[in-house]
């Protein structure tokens, strides 16, 4: 069951007008949050012990296969340094992604629910404190733990990148509402916001793979360009389909308005809601750097696709990720050369200065230097200025 834009926010807005007049927060705001959720979470030590062992789980694991698999791997692709780090991360993300996106869309489309098709589903036959499936438990513990291991992952593994900050927050909030959608028992509604937002993860790291490998031992390789353009604009995309109108017609249209038609009695409506808008203005957020990247190619500012988030680095050794997204090769060496090209410049320099003064000696008001007397570290000693005296 979907609607369109215009439906689906004026249902919302006025729902929400109706539930305000009923129960607006008032000065005891805090007091009566922490009684509701009191009342109506059920989420034991067990399953929270759980999620954090499988958050270290999943940082363990990523350790081991980057430096056992991802980065022997890549060293043997002959993929630039830089990127050695980026795609080990990527390969891991992808692989998460990908196998945690086919068990979601089982559960979705195996015919045990009808969540996706009719979200009324949601949330006929919910009570306090129902059980949940042993599938969606599954599902849920894994994408927890792995939440716990990203804010890890942001601040001690992951490149550090314009967004990182938000990415911590986006993790939080995610995590914050898988645990929340689990103990009220939303989890029928916390699958589909999963499976929106998986499926574009998956092909927004391949792409970043495909970058990485169009500029292979220095050189720039046309295959992987191409897939990486056809897959940056697969992921425009399915985030504008997924995250930006599947998920507000579906997940926000469902949870704003038809869950208080069938159960006006569910707890919580404005913070749940609340974290769920919240989520998709982080989407909006993000969705403009996918704008920008299509408008700098558009206007001849990028001549290929590239992570705008990433912070530049202008050193020079950055000059052959320069090179090859021009469409340049580095032939003979080059990519060495550029990365020592600084080395040799201050040694010249240094070596043209040294000659000034050499030829200088012998003037009385000028300092007197000699080459051999310039020690290991390159600090030279000064003359006297008058000759000892004759024995």
């Not at 974290?275 to 500012?301: C, N, Q, T």
Request: charged share 20%.
């Amino acid at each position: 069951m979907e609607v369109g834009y215009l439906v689906a926010f004026t249902k919302i807005w006025e729902q929400f007008q109706i539930k305000w007049k009923d129960g607006a927060p008032r000065v005891s705001f805090l007091t009566d949050f922490i009684e509701e959720i009191s009342s109506y979470s059920f989420i034991s030590a067990r399953d929270v012990i759980l999620c954090l062992l499988l958050g270290v789980a999943f940082t363990l694991l990523r350790y081991f296969l980057t430096a056992a698999a991802f980065k022997p791997l890549f060293s043997w692709c002959q993929l630039l340094e830089r990127d050695l780090k980026k795609s080990s991360e990527s390969a891991f993300k992808l692989l998460f992604y990908s196998l945690v996106f086919g068990y979601c869309s089982y559960i979705l489309f195996n015919g045990k629910y009808n969540f996706y098709h009719d979200t009324s589903d949601c949330w006929k036959g919910w009570y306090r404190g129902m059980p949940v499936p042993q599938d969606i438990y599954t599902l849920y513990m894994v994408e927890a733990g792995f939440y716990f291991h990203s804010v890890y992952a942001t601040l001690f593994m992951d490149l550090w990148r314009r967004d990182s900050v938000l990415m911590i927050a986006h993790h939080i909030l995610a995590n914050s509402l898988i645990l929340f959608s689990f103990a009220i028992r939303y989890h029928r509604i916390g699958i589909l916001v999963l499976f929106v937002h998986d499926v574009t993860d998956i092909i927004l790291e391949f792409s970043k793979l495909c970058i990485a490998f169009k500029s292979r031992g220095g050189k720039y390789h046309l295959l992987p360009d191409v897939i990486s353009i056809v897959g940056f604009l697969s992921f425009a995309l399915a985030w504008f389909y997924c995250r930006l109108y599947i998920y507000p017609t579906k997940v926000l249209y469902s949870c704003g308005y038809i869950s208080m038609l069938i159960t006006p009695e569910a707890p919580l409506y404005f913070f749940f809601n609340a974290m769920l808008w919240l989520l998709f203005l982080m989407d909006v957020w993000w969705f403009h750097f996918i704008v920008w990247l299509i408008i700098r190619i558009a206007i001849g500012k990028s001549h290929g696709v590239e992570d705008t988030r990433e912070i530049p680095n202008d050193s020079v050794k950055d000059e052959g990720h320069k090179r090859v997204a021009n469409g340049k090769g580095l032939q003979n060496g080059e990519l060495h050369n550029c990365v020592n090209h600084s080395k040799a410049t201050l040694k010249t320099a240094g070596q043209r200065k040294f000659n000034r003064e050499e030829t200088n000696i012998g003037e009385p008001h000028k300092k007197h230097y000699t080459q051999k007397e310039n020690d290991e570290s390159g600090f030279c000693r000064r003359q006297p200025r008058t000759k000892p005296a004759n024995l």
